[in-house]
């Protein structure tokens, strides 16, 4: 099920202004932040539209965290971060997803909450961007 209303659920050319796709997990999408500022920072998202977690089945909890748990060790495995932030809030983007951030302890906000919008903003390539994604698409379990 899409909401009408919701962007994240109907505009893909703005999506892909922000991210790129990875590929599909069992129950979410799985995007590559075009913002590189933390290196390997992807978001898993939702395929139906959920605001939050509490309005998921047990069963599709259970799938959201197999997912996040998939990314997160694709990622731990490609750019071996000291730490993996996750953020979920949801207040302005009303689309269940789930931020997956890793930190160095020499990178910026190491110690702190990451920032949503990095100024200025890292961007990569588009060989570095496909060289990023296939390395992590490699690594999902």
């Known amino acids: 099920m899409k909401d009408p209303n919701c962007h994240f659920c109907t505009d893909f050319v703005k999506r892909e202004q922000f991210m790129l796709p990875i590929c599909e997990l069992e ?13 390997g920072r992807v978001l898993v998202a939702l395929k139906e539209h ?48 789930c931020h997956i951030v890793p930190k160095q302890v020499d990178g910026p906000d190491y110690g702190g909450m990451f920032q949503m919008a990095c100024n200025p903003p890292v961007h990569l390539s588009e060989e570095e961007y496909a060289k990023l994604i296939g390395e992590i698409k490699a690594n999902l379990e």
């Not at 997912?67 to 953020?87: C, M, Q, T």
């Open 27 to 39: 129950i979410t999408d799985l995007f590559l932040y075009r913002d590189q500022s933390y290196y």
């Open 50 to 97: 959920r605001k939050e977690i509490a309005d998921l089945s047990q069963e599709e909890g259970e799938a959201f965290m197999r997912d996040l748990g998939k990314a997160s060790r694709a990622v731990k495995a490609v750019v071996n971060p000291a730490k993996i932030n996750y953020g979920m809030f949801s207040d302005k983007l009303a689309h269940l997803h």
